[in-house]
């Protein structure tokens, strides 16, 4: 891949082109539960506003990152659930990992100091980023959910800051 990747702030306006990548991400049936796209308002309340980045090439968005609190709780106020999403005929180019160190650093600024992945087995791209990344492995959740009518297992990653939260 020849030319400039660039990570930046994403934009409601991006929504159809995070959109259509999520949409890939859905269909293979190794990236999410979610058997559906949600609408952008579903997705824009259930993200932290000011954790979502795009990658784009050539001004194209081809990737995108955004954080989910796992709780509303105060006590796991820094606490988040990752997702890293990129297009896949750009797959295996590095874009993943500027997405996920880009989050990663800037979630630290925003007071995070654990963030989790849950990834399927079978997903091995994502967990060799994440394991890149410095997240640990801590933990299987078997049979915790049904896809497509089939018990999925999900692994657990986590990645804690040794920046914030170490009081």
């Known amino acids: 891949m020849n030319g ?16 259509s990548i999520y949409s890939e991400g859905i269909l293979t049936g190794n990236a999410t539960f979610e058997q559906s796209l949600p ?21 194209a968005v ?15 106020e820094g606490v ?6 990129v297009a896949s005929e750009v797959r295996g180019k590095g874009i993943g ?18 963030i989790q992945a849950g990834i399927f087995p079978e997903n091995l791209g994502s967990i060799k980023l994440h394991k890149n990344n410095q997240f640990i492995e801590v933990g299987k959740r078997t049979r915790i959910g049904k896809l497509n009518g089939k018990w999925r297992d999900v692994l657990l990653f986590e990645r804690r800051s040794k920046e914030i939260g170490i009081d």
């Open 39 to 59: 609408s952008w308002e579903v997705w824009d309340n259930s993200h932290v506003k000011e954790l979502r980045y795009v990658a784009t090439y050539h001004d």
């Open 62 to 76: 081809v990737g995108w990152s955004a954080l989910t609190a796992i709780s509303s709780r105060c006590v796991y």
């Open 80 to 85: 988040a659930e990752v997702s890293v999403y």
């Open 97 to 114: 990992q500027r997405l996920l160190e880009t989050i990663t650093k800037e979630s630290e600024n925003c007071g995070f100091w654990t």
């Open 4 to 19: 400039i990747i660039s990570i930046r702030k994403m934009r409601q306006s991006d929504w159809k082109s995070v959109a």
